[in-house]
């Protein structure tokens, strides 16, 4: 898939450090001041997003699943663990400092963390998680992509995930191919979305040549690809080991256009959120008594 190129944002980052003697703490003031870890970064967990609600409101998307992997990539470095309460606090400090969240019907500001490491002399080491805020503009278009997987039926870009509509859109079944290392968040976002706008999704353990077949012979009516961000995009051409498959008449399908417009709707607050994945970000203290001040008066 094809995005316009983010946008550095110099304001909000945050800071989460470790050290022997403290533990974990938040800088939050003056960071230019602190002493911060250098070192090499050693893991960099993308997906956490913030979205602009009506009234002036932001909320952030999965913060408690996005958190959660967060903690897991410390395990896996054998660093210490930061507490998720420190990092949901960061994350909403982050946001609050931003001066712009943008307001396309799928752009966002997406929190990336990188989590580094440093040893300033024998036996010493030190951490540090770093929150960097980046604008992500995405285009409102439906424009077909063509979607490269490889033999395992997977995106050969690790955050692509494809999906294969059977039937037309009264009758429509989505089908995913089954993955190894089980489902990412932003797959997981788009499974739920699916089963709850009433089109039914299950795992088909399928080889390259049989979807190939089932594409060929109009059995796959249309297809869609989601990534790292909540979002999907139309698929009108497969191209793989065994050569290019064109799906259905290369458009937007029922499916993908239902599905796409619910995220768009569901991030931006206006629909329930009845798995309770959106986190409000509470406005500054001064802004919330400017506002209480205003209504009295």
């Not at 540090?128 to 439906?142: F, K, S, T, W």
């Not at 961000?229 to 064109?246: F, T």
């Amino acid at each position: 898939m094809t995005y316009p190129a983010p946008i550095p944002h110099a304001q909000g980052v945050q800071y989460l450090c470790w050290a022997p003697l403290t533990g974990w703490r938040w800088i939050r003031a003056n960071p230019g001041r602190e002493e911060l870890p250098g070192g090499r970064v050693v893991r960099v967990v993308t997906g956490l997003r913030a979205y602009r609600w009506d009234r002036g409101r932001v909320s952030l998307f999965r913060p408690r699943d996005y958190t959660g992997l967060i903690r897991r990539a410390c395990r896996e470095r054998c660093m210490p663990v930061v507490p998720a309460s420190l990092l949901l606090a960061a994350a909403e400090e982050a946001v609050r400092r931003a001066d712009r969240i943008p307001v396309g019907a799928l752009d966002s500001l997406h929190l990336t963390v990188e989590l580094r490491e440093e040893a300033p002399g024998p036996g010493q080491r030190r951490y540090c998680c770093r929150l960097r805020p980046v604008i992500e503009p995405y285009a409102d278009q439906l424009l077909p992509i063509t979607l490269q997987i490889d033999h395992a039926v997977a995106g050969l870009e690790t955050t692509h995930h494809p999906f294969f509509v059977f039937g037309d859109s009264r009758n429509a079944r989505v089908f995913s191919p089954v993955l190894s290392d089980g489902p990412t968040i932003a797959r997981d976002t788009v499974e739920q979305l699916s089963r709850m706008l009433g089109f039914p999704l299950r795992e088909a353990n399928l080889g390259l040549h049989a979807w190939r077949e089932l594409i060929e012979k109009g059995v796959v009516r249309e297809a869609f690809a989601c990534s790292a961000a909540p979002l999907v995009a139309p698929v009108a051409v497969v191209e793989s080991p065994v050569g290019k498959m064109r799906v259905g008449d290369g458009q937007p399908g029922y499916v993908t256009i239902n599905i796409r417009r619910a995220m768009a709707r569901l991030v931006h607050g206006a629909m329930r959120d009845a798995l309770g994945w959106s986190h409000l970000v509470q406005p500054p203290c001064s802004a919330r008594r400017g506002r209480q001040t205003g209504r009295q008066r």
